[in-house]
């Protein structure tokens, strides 16, 4: 994997945490929210998958943030 996709994977799973953390939900709150396994939400927090599309809409959905916030809160925390 190039080393630009693995800060992306890594920002992502940082975010997903972080985002997930913050309203309180266990991963398996999150997974029944977004309609995943718990075990795919351990994977994407642990930079070892990456989402599709629409799986990316669930968890946004399930964390209750529009795709383009999530992204955005994505952005700041990609290095310089």
Do not use: W
């Not at 929210?33 to 599709?52: F, K, W």
């Amino acid at each position: 994997m190039a080393e630009t996709d693995e800060i992306l994977l890594e920002a992502f799973a940082k975010t997903l945490r972080k985002k997930r953390n913050a309203l309180g939900l266990s991963q398996e709150e999150l997974a029944h929210r977004a309609g995943v396994s718990m075990r795919y939400i351990s994977l994407l927090e642990s930079s070892q998958h990456q989402p599709s599309l629409s799986t990316l809409r669930g968890l946004c959905v399930g964390l209750g943030i529009s795709m383009t916030g999530f992204m955005s809160e994505l952005e700041d925390t990609l290095p310089a």
